[in-house]
């Protein structure tokens, strides 16, 4: 959601002239004199009181004073619901996705859950490939599969963290010489990332002489 804002926050008896709230994806952090961190799920009685969004989680009722035009906003986005993995990646019945892998363990849940209504195995029917990378050798294989499709569109999936295997690194530079784009990210779990890549050109051929 990435929101952030001073004011005067009041948890339950205490008060800090000068706190810092931020509203996150999955959280509302408050940083200085009073320091808390709240799943906006557990946040109960969300409502807009003058210039101070309220709410009351874990037993304490909470006032963050963010100004008349700041508080509605903050209570509309922590009232919206955010949008499921299905609805980032863009996969629908109207809107399949072919998937290749993983090669390595099954399907991780989350992406499982998020295609289960839009998946195909017809590559003329499908609007993106979803490739599920289990190590950087897997890219040229990708990238060969796709080829053969009418899709210019594909998410590429892999772990993250410092030591994952494909990297973020590997994947962008291996992409980006083939003719591709990356343009969207999106976390896909814990483990799991995903990045959407559209080719714009096809990679340039290597010239041969002749002799």
């Known amino acids: 959601m990435g929101r952030e804002a001073s004011c005067t926050a009041r948890v339950g008896t205490e008060t800090a002239e000068d706190a810092t709230a931020l509203l996150e994806s999955t959280t509302v952090v408050l940083r200085g004199e009073i320091k808390r961190k709240w799943d906006i799920a557990a946040l109960q009685n969300l409502r807009v009181d003058g210039e101070a969004l309220k709410f009351d989680v874990a037993d304490e009722a909470v006032a963050l004073v963010l100004g008349e035009k700041e508080a509605p906003k903050w209570l509309k986005k922590l009232q919206t619901p955010p949008p499921t993995l299905a609805a980032k990646l863009g996969v629908s019945a109207e809107n399949p996705a072919l998937l290749i892998g993983p090669t390595v363990g099954p399907l991780d849940p989350a992406l499982a859950e998020a295609l289960a209504g839009g998946i195909t195995t017809n590559v003329r029917e499908a609007r993106m490939l979803v490739a599920v990378l289990s190590k950087a050798s897997e890219l040229p294989r990708m990238a060969e599969f796709h080829a053969d499709m009418i899709c210019k569109t594909v998410w590429v999936v892999h772990p993250k ?51």
Do not use: C, F, H
């Open 161 to 211: 963290g410092p030591d994952a295997s494909p990297s973020d690194a590997e994947v962008r530079t291996a992409m980006r010489g083939w003719g591709y784009v990356d343009n969207k990210s999106s976390a896909v779990s814990d483990r799991l990332t995903a990045t959407r890549y559209v080719l714009t050109q096809p990679p340039a051929k290597k010239r041969v002489r002749n002799r």
